[in-house]
Structure formats: structure tokens, C-alpha cells
């Protein structure tokens, strides 16, 4: 991996735990208080050790009205760069809005991050849901599972697929069980045999293994008894190519906070389930809760974004998302060949007997995420 | 792509940031009052606007507080830092997002802004502290491990690296003058020495016309030259260009004795001895066109004279050069480089042509080009007119008027086609015909 190159692209080991103590030491109470209060003179009058009327005449002083400008207009456009100032801002922004460029890609932030950001301002959970004061929040991306060749494809953008908020003291379980991936949700098997008795047992249910690898931890996922202990290979290899020379530890997932991992912000971790599909999660921010923060526990880890899907649609009538993907199928003329349920069933059957020689599987769509949130 | 996203954040703001703060510390006070005059005086609010998308508002804030924060810590004077809490203040609360982006602050910042409070209330600056009190009250601070959100890989450049990129953007200059400069003046005196010498030689004020073979004023029509470039420059995108040579800038610079001068001009001659020693690849389709190089023709022109008086044939293999190969297409670079060269050279070389330099228009050009692409090129904007013609012709018919509007409406199409044309045909006919005159002028 290229450190050197990029060092200074994440953080210097953090323990959670240890920036919330440093955080209510250097900070007051009122500071981390998960409610806004409202600006009282009172309460001004108090902390500044001054009258009442002095606090009011700083208020006309510094109030809002004095930052209006003289060209400042309500009705004014944002999308439009204000002439007849000096500012040498708007002057490298209007040239630049000039050069045409592709303004929607070359922003750090979607759409929908931004209308996640606040979306949950204003719920009211019942107080037993609150989130406990003094709380860290973390900020995870989890990005696409990649098994190109990283060397061959250097160029090649990891694809994020979502970004969580999650709650210091939440286990790492919660965050394992809200990561969505196709992977957990595939059929496994053939059934061109029988199409029409398919059964709705997703991978995720038969295959509950995963781990999280973190700063050379690895965190299993040991709730249920038949889970298996998938790095187990992973360290014996270790063992075995570096003897001596420090080996990999493991610990169960569901023991673990949040608040007690050492992380690297902005380092790659690794999120690996359903035997091989290996996700690279970055644990991107690390702050305190704040009183814009959705309120309740319950709503935790939070999607703040994800990547649209393009689903796949049928090859036949090309409305309809597919639902089965064909191998060596004599029928089609692509192999894997996509299509939807009904276009599926005419074309390769009649009377339920196969009419040509194939290999059909059920194919879950990636678009099934697309479903709104919020 | 990347340098683009790069100008989408925050820049320019630290320019903005500090010149307010330079009006501000220039008040020599630190009232709230004198600031929020100079935030109107400057219309520092719209600032924001410009953005299209919240998202992109987000951004841009972001990144104005991370420039704005620098302000606040200790190298600054306290009355920078008071300004740029104002500044803060100001931006934060005209910010156009809803709800409000927060104040990213590590806790190590916080710590040196608590203790600048602390001697803020000692001082008794009531609007400092009433300032400083609301944001912290109004949950304006976002406390954080680091000051930006990290990614692995995914680089970040600082918003005042990207204002520094960007400055030197703005100040980004063409070292044409500053290589040329001496070069000049040195042309200059060896002119005005030859123009002596010729006065004295003909006895009188005024040098015999018989030896009158080089243009006066040279070195000005140079300048003059370069001076033109230098417009088209800036008119155009010369980024790239002008990022390219600033190695060279430097070392141009430095040096002020005859003996690092000297260094410097052989150092340039191997510049442009590279420059012009290596060609571009030319297509496997289309190398046989190229079976002698045209570079062998332009370094002849800056062989010594004497070389090139000798005898007749060989100018005429050299027009024959130039007959067979494909015709470049030239950009304005280029085009005063030659001119630059054609006019030393006929400086170094003087003949008895060189009075005639207004190119007269009516010279034959030679018909065969094999240019194919032109050709295409060419034939595009002929069909676009044509089509163009019709259509007008189209609706001048529509207006009532029946035949007579259509005929004469067609005749002006066609006038303009052909109009259109010829300003076309122009620009590939001068290159050539300027060349020519240069091999005339060496005949």
C-alpha cells in the first residue's frame, strides 16, 4: 500500500474511548449538552458578569441586521456569481463557472449525504431512546467489494456503497448487521428445473460469518452457533510466513464497542462476509454528538449515504428488472443472460419442461437498495 | 479533472479573509462595530453565493472555516484573532444552508481559543465575548479528532494550498521577456553600432541607401511582437505553458555578469536545440509523406550565411522539401517564433529583398497540397453555411413575398458562403507564402 505517499490521508492511532475522556475534561458540560438552549440575556447577563441592559445593547450591536449588505438582495439567486464586488472569490468562481466544468462530479459531497445530514433534526424519541449524553459518533464508509488485481487497476476509484453514523457505544454487531451488500442477499443454487418453486432462503441466512479487521484484530462474528471463525486461515498464514514475528489476535464482535477499538481515521479496514466478500471500510470521522444529531438510539448506525444502483433490466422486454440470470443458455445470446420473471418463464419453458439446454440461477438485484430512505 | 474539483472549494477566500482583516487591523480597534462596517463596505455576504446546490454550499463552508480557523491561533496578533472570530461570527450566520454546517474544532484548538477568551474578558472586550459567547451557545462548534473528515487515498488539499496554487495562478507570467530581455538590448546596441558604422562609412548623417538592407528598428518590432503574444496569451488558456517553463525562470533570473549571461545563452540555445531537434511521432499511415524531416529545412535557415549562398540547387531541393511535406497547422506560438527568426535572420543576413516586407497578396501559391484532413476540415463549415443560407432563404420565403425575396435571398446565401470561406482559405495560404519569401530572401 502506498503510506508514504499518502500519510497524511489519515489520522494517527485514536482510542474512541480516550477522545470522549479528553473531550469532557477540556470541555463544559453545557458544550456537550444534546439540547439547544435559547439565547437568553439572562443567561448572558450571568456568564459575563454585566447587566442586563448592557447584554440587550450588545445584542443590537452584534446583531444579524449588521451583516447585511448593501447588495445583498432576498430575492437575489444563489446559483448566480454577484457582480460589482471586490471579492476575489467570486471573481475566481465565476471564471471557473464559465470553464463549464461537471460541477456534479467534481463535488466531495451527493445529494443525498447533504439531505441525510439533517434529516433526523427534529425527532422526538421517548426519553428511554434518547442517546446518552456525552456520546461519540462515528462516521464509517463502506465501499464496494473489489477482487480486481489493485496493482493492474492503480487508476481505478474504490466505489463507496454506504456511509454510516454510528454511536461510540454501540457494538460493532450493530454496524455489521446494518451494512447491506447483494452478497447477503443472493439464492443460492441452480434451478432451471424448477423455476417455479424457488425457495426465499438468502445467503445471509444459512452463511452468518464475518469479521471485521481492525489494526491487526480480528473481530469475528460469533453470535450463532454454527458461525465459523472465517480468519482462521488468514492468521495461520500469518503465522506461518512471519514466525515470530507477531501474529494476528482475534475477539468476538459482539464484545466490542465502538468506543474501545484504536483507529486510524481515514485508514482502510477490512469488513469481510459470505466467505470472500471483502468490503474496505474507513472509519472517516470521529466528533462528538451534537444537538443536530438524530436523537434516537434506536435509529443508529445511521445511513447518512449510498451509492445509487443501476439495476439490471431484462434483455427480453427490457422493462422490468431481471430476476434470473442464464448460463450457456442456447436461447439467448449472451452468456450470463438476464430476465425478468414472465419473460423468463415464456421464452424457456412450455409446459414446464425445459425447452433448450441452460444453466438459470435466481439473480437478486443491487437496485433493491435503491428504495427511498427517509 | 482533479485541478478542476480542486477549484470548486474554497478559493480565493483567504485572499478575501485577509484583506478584510488588513482594513481591519488597520482601524486599530477591536470593536465589533468597525468590523461589521468593513463587512458591509466590502459586501463580504455574498460571499456565499455563486453555489447552486447545498451541497456545494457545504463545501465551500467547510473549507472558509478551515481558512478562517488558521486566523484564530496564537501567531496571529489579537487583534487578527479578533478579527478573525468576527470573521466567524459573520460567516456563520450568513451562511445560506439550512439547517446551519457547523464549525469543525479539534480540541486542541478549542483549548487555544478558551484561553484567548480568557484574556478577552480580562480586557473586558464585551462584543468579543458576547460574539464568541453566542456561537458557543447557539452549538455553532462541531468538536472533533481532526479538522477535516479523512479518507484513505483520497488527498485533500488544504484550501490555502489551493489559494497558493491559484496565486500563482494570477501571477502567472510569460519568461518570453525575461529570456529575451538582454538578448534584446544587446540587439539593440549591435544595431545602432552597425548603424554608425554605415553613417560613417557614407561620411554623411545619413548611411549610404545602398547599404540600407536591414529593417531599423528591429529589436523594437520584436518587442512589439512578443508584446502581441503575450496579449494572445492572456486571452487564451496558457496555463499549461506557463507552468512548463518556470524552472527556467529562475535560473533567468538570478544571474546579472557577462559571464553568467553568456552561461545563460548557451543554456537557452540547448533549450532550443532540444525543442526543435525532436519531432513529434508521425502515424505509421502517414510516414511515408514525411520521408525527410521538416525540422532539416528550418535549421538551415539558422545555419551561418555563408553556408547557404552557395549555389542554386539547393534552394531549389529545398523548396522541393517543402513541397512534399504535409503543411503543419501553427499556432500562434509558433508563428511568432518563426517570424522572430525570420527577422534575426534577415538581420544576420542581409539581402537586398528585405525593404518588402509587407507580404504582397497576389503571389501564386504552388496547388498541390496533400492535405486530407484539411481538406475535411475545410469542407465542414461550407455545408454548415450552405445549410445555414437555406434556412434563411426558408423563412425570408415564409414572409408573404413570393419568388423574387427567395431568389435574391439565395443569391445572399450564396455570397456569404463564399464570404465565409475565403477568410478560411486565408490563414493556410499565408504560412506558405510567407515561407516563400523567406527562401526568396535567402536566394
Redesign the interface.
Known sequence: M?VAS?S????PQ?HVQG?VD??VK??DV???YSK??I?KSV??AA??G?SIE??DE??S??S?E???????DVH???????T???????????R??D?K?N?N???????L??NQE?AY?DVKPPPEREVKPQSAVL?V?VFHPSKKNRQKHKGKR?RLAQEYRVLGYQKLTDLRDAITCIADHTIAGEYSERPCNVPDIRAKDIYKSAYFFIENVFYNDLRYEDNRDLSKNVREWKQNKHEGKGSYTTQNMEDVKFNDLHIR????YLYCHQGDCEHMI?F?????F???DCRDEGLYPLMVDRYRFRRQMCRVCATFTAKWVTYDDQLAEESPCFFCDICFKALHYKDQTKLADFEAYPYVDMGIFNIAIV | ?RS??V??G????R??CE?LLQLFTETNSVR??QF?AL??Q??????????????????FIEGAFQIVLNFLLPPYSFQVRVGALYLL??LY??Q?NK?KV?I?MT?KT??EL?VFHQEV?EQQH??V???F??L????A??????PT????????KLPDDEDRE?DQLKEQQSILPQVLGESLEQLQDIHEKYHNMKCELGGGGRPDPSLEVVKTGIAESIAEKIHKYEEWRKSTKGRTRGRKRPASEDESTMDEGLVESRKRASRIAQIKGKSYGTFAKVPRSIRYMQQETTTSDEDEEWLPSTSRKKGKGKKKIIQARTKKTPPRCKSPTQKIREETRRLIASAIQPTASSSEEVPPKKKPTPKKRPTPKKGKKKTKPKIKVKIEAEKRGKREAKKKDGRKRQKTSESHGEGTSSMSDSPKKAPRKSPKSTGRKARKKRA
Open positions: 502506498e499518502s497524511e490521508t489519515f489520522s485514536v477522545f479528553e473531550a477540556t470541555l453545557s458544550d456537550l439547544r438552549d439565547l443567561t448572558y456568564a459575563m454585566v448592557t447584554v450588545l445584542k450591536v452584534c444579524m449588521t451583516l447585511k449588505c448593501p447588495l445583498e437575489r439567486d444563489a446559483a448566480e456569481v454577484p460589482g464586488t471586490e471579492l476575489v472569490t467570486l471573481g475566481l468562481r465565476k471557473y463557472l470553464s466544468p460541477i462530479k467534481n463535488c466531495k459531497f451527493t445529494v449525504s447533504w439533517h433534526q462516521q464508509a474504490m481515521l481515514g485508514y482502510p474507513i472517516k470521522d470521529l466528533r462528538m451534537h444537538a443536530d | 479533472m478542476k474539483g477549484m470548486s474554497a478559493v480565493g477566500l485572499t478575501d484583506r465589533y462595530e461589521s463587512w458591509r466590502t459586501n463580504f455576504s455574498l460571499i456565499h453565493y455563486g453555489r447552486k446546490e447545498a451541497r456545494q454550499q457545504r463545501e461570527y459573520g450566520y450568513t445560506l439547517p457547523k469543525r480540541l478549542w483549548c478558551v474578558t464585551l462584543d465575548d458576547f460574539v459567547r453566542t458557543r451557545m447557539d452549538k462548534f462541531l468538536f472533533t479528532a481532526t473528515q479523512l479518507i484513505f487515498g483520497k488527498k485533500e491559484n
